[in-house]
């Protein structure tokens, strides 16, 4: 399946459970078979403790983590891609605008 217009689906997962990208992604993280996390508290509070990722947070949406920094980069990367975008003339072999 694409990502190619994902951002204008109006149901995600195979059975329409997720609204929008944002609320598949935290569907995604709270599965508890595909990642075993129980809240997106818990992933801010495990995110936030690991010493090696403490320089992100200078460039993170809130200045730190927290659901819109953990949900947001998915739809973010998606949205643009649709036909005829830039990434998609790239891969026609056409780099220029």
Known sequence: MSVLNA????FYFWNGQATSLTNQTSRALLD??????DS??????????????S????????????ESAITMPLPSFIK??????????????????
């Open 55 to 66: 320089s992100l947070s200078g460039i993170l949406p809130d200045g730190g983590f927290s």
């Open 32 to 37: 508890p078979v595909k990642m075993g996390n």
């Open 40 to 53: 997106l508290e818990r992933i801010v509070e495990i995110l936030s403790a690991d010493a090696s990722l």
């Open 80 to 97: 643009p891609l649709y036909p005829g975008c830039t990434f998609d003339r790239y891969l026609k072999g056409k780099p220029e605008p």
């Open 7 to 10: 951002f204008f689906h109006t």
